[in-house]
């Protein structure tokens, strides 16, 4: 059960924190302002990486949230679709483990890059039969 007070001072907190809907929009668009700032530096970032290390892993450039649950599914290495092991292990219905050790024997094609698996995304990724 709520108090009087209780009431009462959830009422004087709502009020305070409405009082400046104008502050709102300025926070709003701060956070806007930082957004593309840090989209400017993303790209800048991806230019360096461009120039430094022709060969590395490629992600899109963010364009917006879609973007970003895409980023796994577009990544390239070596000019070749690459995806992670846990996305290699859902499609495969294997468990992630069993994805890794497959990588390890060499049953699916795929690179450790900065101890990170990189499974090729253009093979089957069949199960092995006992």
Same mark, same amino acid.
């Given at each position: 059960m709520i108090t009087k007070q209780i009431g009462e001072a959830m009422l004087a907190q709502v009020e305070r924190v409405n009082d400046s809907p104008d502050r709102l929009r300025e926070v709003i668009a701060e956070q806007a302002d930082q957004i593309e700032r840090l989209k400017a530096a993303l790209a800048a970032a991806h230019d360096i990486l461009d120039q430094v290390a022709p060969d590395a892993i490629r992600r899109p450039k963010a364009a917006g949230p879609s973007s970003l649950s895409n980023s796994l599914e577009a990544t390239t290495h070596n000019g070749k679709p690459v995806i992670s092991v846990a996305e290699s292990a859902r499609r495969a219905r294997v468990n992630y483990f069993t994805a890794? !050790?497959?990588?390890?024997? #060499? =049953? =699916? !094609? #795929?690179?450790l890059v900065s101890n990170r698996w990189m499974v090729y995304a253009d093979q089957p990724l069949t199960k092995k039969r006992r």
């Amino acid at each position: 059960m709520i108090t009087k007070q209780i009431g009462e001072a959830m009422l004087a907190q709502v009020e305070r924190v409405n009082d400046s809907p104008d502050r709102l929009r300025e926070v709003i668009a701060e956070q806007a302002d930082q957004i593309e700032r840090l989209k400017a530096a993303l790209a800048a970032a991806h230019d360096i990486l461009d120039q430094v290390a022709p060969d590395a892993i490629r992600r899109p450039k963010a364009a917006g949230p879609s973007s970003l649950s895409n980023s796994l599914e577009a990544t390239t290495h070596n000019g070749k679709p690459v995806i992670s092991v846990a996305e290699s292990a859902r499609r495969a219905r294997v468990n992630y483990f069993t994805a890794v !050790r497959y990588l390890q024997s #060499g =049953w =699916w !094609r #795929g690179e450790l890059v900065s101890n990170r698996w990189m499974v090729y995304a253009d093979q089957p990724l069949t199960k092995k039969r006992r």
